[in-house]
């Protein structure tokens, strides 16, 4: 659970980093996302990165709902007298909710621009060279063009923050790294790119929508 949600924390880093050049909204820019795009589905190296990537998601999803059961089984009755909230936060006992709603998010993601760069009518375009070059970018951006999608992927970004918030940290106490003089950093590391990975994501529909 920790190793792979370590994964796809990184992938998120090199995600953003991809996806942050819808913020140039130029025809140049327009290229460079389509030819990004172009690359992350057809350099060999990136696919086979990409199906270890598909199977992280799927595994940290299903040992996160077989850890969920296990939980409830552990307890099935509750304590007569409990304050849960003195010793975590609402977040960190709401792990699997949170955990579905990204996991459902991933799905709708995953249908509108995966599935379309992959097996859709793209629309098309000529690199630089001339060559024909799926147009991804007017896709996304008719995509951010409806107000219920940019809402929808700016809740979607909180709810991925307060997932992060715990599930950063908790990995490496998961993994036994904790340490007195360490602990602290990776906590406000966590925390760090808890909050800015996710605000510089929902950034790029806000700006495309306001924009478009």
């Known amino acids: 659970m920790a190793l792979t949600g370590l994964f796809l924390s990184v992938f998120l880093i090199t995600h953003l980093a991809g996806n942050l050049q819808l913020l140039d909204m130029s025809?140049?820019?327009?290229?460079?996302?389509?030819?990004?795009?172009?690359?992350?589905?057809?350099?060999?190296?990136?696919?086979?990165v990409s199906y270890v990537l598909y199977f992280s998601i799927l595994f940290?999803?299903?040992?996160?709902?077989?850890?969920?059961?296990?939980?409830?089984?552990?307890?099935?009755?509750?304590?007569?007298?409990?304050?849960?909230?003195?010793?975590?936060?609402w977040y960190a006992r709401q792990m699997a909710l949170l955990g579905t709603l990204i996991l459902v998010?991933?799905?709708?993601?995953?249908?509108?621009?995966?599935?379309?760069?992959?097996?859709?009518?793209?629309?098309?375009t000529v690199d630089k060279s001339g060559e024909p070059l799926k147009d991804l970018y007017t896709v996304v951006a008719a995509a951010f063009t409806q107000l219920w999608y940019v809402a929808l992927y700016v809740v979607m970004m909180g709810v991925l923050a307060f997932h992060l918030l715990h599930g950063f940290q908790s990995a490496f106490q998961s993994l036994g790294l904790n340490h007195p003089r360490y602990t602290p950093i990776i906590k406000n590391v966590g925390v760090f790119f808890a909050v800015v990975v996710p605000i510089f994501f929902a950034l790029i529909p806000v700006w495309m929508f306001i924009n478009r």
């Open 27 to 48: 025809p140049e820019g327009q290229q460079k996302f389509n030819e990004y795009a172009r690359f992350m589905t057809t350099f060999p190296l990136v696919k086979l």
């Open 60 to 89: 940290h999803a299903f040992d996160g709902f077989l850890l969920a059961i296990q939980n409830r089984k552990a307890r099935p009755v509750k304590y007569a007298y409990e304050k849960p909230g003195a010793n975590s936060t």
């Open 105 to 124: 998010f991933i799905v709708m993601h995953m249908k509108h621009f995966w599935y379309e760069m992959h097996f859709g009518e793209l629309p098309m």
